[in-house]
């Protein structure tokens, strides 16, 4: 199981710092990932680690988010700059050690 954190309700331009890790043991983690989905649309991915550190985000936040993570702790992080309104989504994290394993979801609204 992951426990993600963070989310909460920001103005337009504002920041938030996203969080998850591992409830419990959890071994060969290859990714650790961000989604969102916003009401009414398809999961998408927002960002992406991969084992060697390289990272890949969507178009839509490149630039304004970072992905990063605590090898040690295994907790992957999302810091989310210049936040708009359009970014108001649940945002999930997932972990891929060969199975994919999701967090319960956290809700970030952007108020305009």
């Known amino acids: 199981q992951l426990q993600a954190s963070g989310g909460g309700l920001v103005q337009a331009g504002g920041s938030l710092r996203l969080s998850c890790a591992p409830s419990?043991?959890?071994?060969?983690?290859?990714?650790m990932a961000w989604y969102r989905q916003a009401r009414g649309k398809q999961r998408e991915l927002v960002a992406r680690?991969?084992?060697?550190?390289?990272?890949d985000y969507t178009d839509s936040v490149r630039g304004r988010f970072s992905i990063s993570r605590d090898i040690r702790k295994k907790t992957v992080f999302l810091q989310m700059n210049s936040l708009k309104p359009e970014d108001t989504a649940i945002y999930y994290c997932?972990?891929?050690?060969?199975?994919?394993?999701w967090g319960q979801g956290t809700q970030v609204t952007v108020s305009s």
């Open positions: 997932n972990y891929n050690n060969g199975i994919d394993y």
């Open positions: 419990g043991s959890m071994s060969g983690i290859r990714t």
């Open positions: 680690i991969y084992g060697g550190g390289t990272t």
